[in-house]
């Protein structure tokens, strides 16, 4: 099993859709949670950053962490053409395992 | 400043060639970081420094050389690189590495240096 698994997509969603990203993770020693947005070329973004169980809101994102069940959570809400990238959870201990990454197309 | 600066931003060059990329961070980091990211792929580890020494490499080949002159710089030498080679490179920069992490390690990414090796 790997260590963290992440669905490819990619997920296609008319603007202003609420959109659901999950991750799911194997080490329960894992302590901190991460979702970074990558735009085509360039590097990833960091975008919420959460350490404990429970929901992050930060504007139209928020992030959810449920670490009995060994999953997180990335949702946008009214999402926009502009949100259309490749979303990768980050689950870590001392470095970072990355997430395959999830590619959303948010159409006008 | 939340800047991690990589350049070249584009970097093409010949298995003969030697060529380095170069990464600068002015936010007081004292871990830097380089990773390699093929096409639709995440990014996977190189290696890790903290306060400028050598904390992580993992298993890169010898025609990848790192260095960091100081606690802001970074570089990746390379030398005899061969067309698998071909990724977008990754800097990234955290607070502090640490092997038993608590909390708060956010990473900090670079646009990258996008690299053709014919």
């Known amino acids: 099993q790997k260590e963290v698994e992440q669905d490819p997509g990619p997920l296609s969603v008319p603007e202003g859709a609420i959109v659901s990203l999950n991750c799911t993770y194997s080490n329960s020693a894992f302590q901190y949670f991460m979702w970074y947005r990558q735009y085509s070329r360039k590097g990833p973004e960091l975008l919420m950053y959460t350490y404990s169980s429970g929901n992050k809101e930060d504007g139209r994102f928020t992030a959810q962490v449920d670490k009995s069940s060994k999953y997180i959570s990335l949702f946008i809400r009214d999402s926009q053409p502009s949100d259309s990238a490749t979303y990768l959870c980050?689950?870590?201990?001392?470095?970072?395992?990355f997430g395959k990454g999830t590619m959303l197309l948010v159409s006008p | 400043d939340t800047e991690v600066t990589q350049t070249p931003k584009h970097l093409v060059m010949g298995m003969t060639n030697k060529k380095s990329l170069k990464c600068e961070q002015h936010m007081g980091h004292r871990a830097m970081y380089w990773y390699k990211q093929k096409a639709k792929k995440p990014p996977e580890l190189m290696f890790v420094?903290?306060?400028?020494?050598?904390?992580i490499n993992e298993s890169v080949p010898s025609r990848f050389s790192p260095e960091c002159p100081n606690s802001s710089l970074l570089n990746l030498h390379l030398h005899a690189l061969q067309p698998e080679d071909s990724a977008l490179y990754l800097c990234?920069?955290?607070?502090?590495?640490?092997?038993?992490?608590?909390?708060?390690?956010?990473?900090?990414f670079g646009s990258g240096t996008q690299l053709s090796v014919l």
């Open positions: 420094y903290s306060y400028e020494k050598l904390s």
């Open positions: 990234a920069s955290s607070q502090v590495y640490k092997t038993q992490a608590v909390a708060n390690e956010k990473l900090f």
């Open positions: 980050a689950i870590g201990y001392s470095t970072l395992t």
